[in-house]
């Protein structure tokens, strides 16, 4: 079986687990009354999401993590089907997913009820994970640090290259979250990321790389099964935190992390309308620049319906992702 093929195959595997346990999970879900919150400010008609089961990141984490770490158990008996160093985004994963669930648990039953984690203490414990997974990218795996279509040298950032990577794992991990608010709209963009990064990896001959991005795609698109309009499950800051920071450790393995704003445009653009909307809203004393922040809920508000807002997006994140293939592998 070439790579290719293998990687393929964990995506059509880690699908069907994701989605033989997707129910027995919404049944847990429901049982303990763990729904979604809606805040006051968001469009009305999302007052039909509310009580919709949420943290459904785990749905993705768990079939991630047990395919990877079987799949590193099977070097015991001969098989050399993954590396050692997938363990740092399968780590990053769980670490940012643990977070996320503390951050969605706060929301729903902690004294934060409908507001989560302080801002404060979720972006100091962000900053910390990301820290110790640019450290041991840096100094353990030894990853390439940057390299530029069109240009064959790799670009040396020396000590720099820590702070650089902890910056885009944390940003990238916030962008996804921003990210995540209509059906099926995170868990595209996300798949389509590791989709292009999984190709990218395969090119270089990354194959454990390119394995475990396209596992991560096959258990998104079990997720989507049930997070599809009208969704019977969101994935919450569990799923969201945790896919981005994984983007940003698989784009910083692959040194090609120069495209990531081009591969994750909508992530990106999601980012940018919050930040323009704060910085336009505190310089005109109230005033606001988009109807809504993030930008989805703007063309929501504009008359687009969430089916046309999710495609419509996706359609641009595909097309910036195959133009963002075709530059690395230049």
Known sequence: MNNTTLAVSLAGLSFMMTVIWGGPLLRVLRHFKIGKVIRVEEPGKHMVKMGTPTMGGALIILPVVMLTVLLNAAALI??????????VPLATMVAFGILGALDDWEGIRGVRKGDGMRARTKFVAQ???AGVAAWTLKYVLDAPNLYIPGVQTEINFGWWYIPIAAFIIVAESNAINFTDGLDGLAGL???????????????????????????????????????VHPAQ???GDTGSLALGATVAVVALMTGQWAILPLVTVIPVSETLSVVIQVAYFKMTKGRRFFKMAPIHLHF????WSETQIVQRFW???????????GLAMS
């Open 78 to 87: 001969g098989f050399k089907v993954s590396g050692k160093s997938v363990f």
């Open 127 to 129: 900053w910390l994970f």
């Open 189 to 227: 963009i996300s798949a389509t990321i590791f989709a292009a990064y999984g190709v990218i990896a395969l090119s270089q001959g990354q194959n454990f790389l390119a394995q475990f991005s396209f596992t991560l795609v096959g258990a998104l698109f079990g997720f989507l099964w049930f997070n």
């Open 233 to 235: 499950l969101f994935m």
């Open 300 to 303: 929501e508000l504009l008359g």
């Open 315 to 325: 359609l641009i994140s595909l097309l910036a992702a195959l133009i963002a293939v």
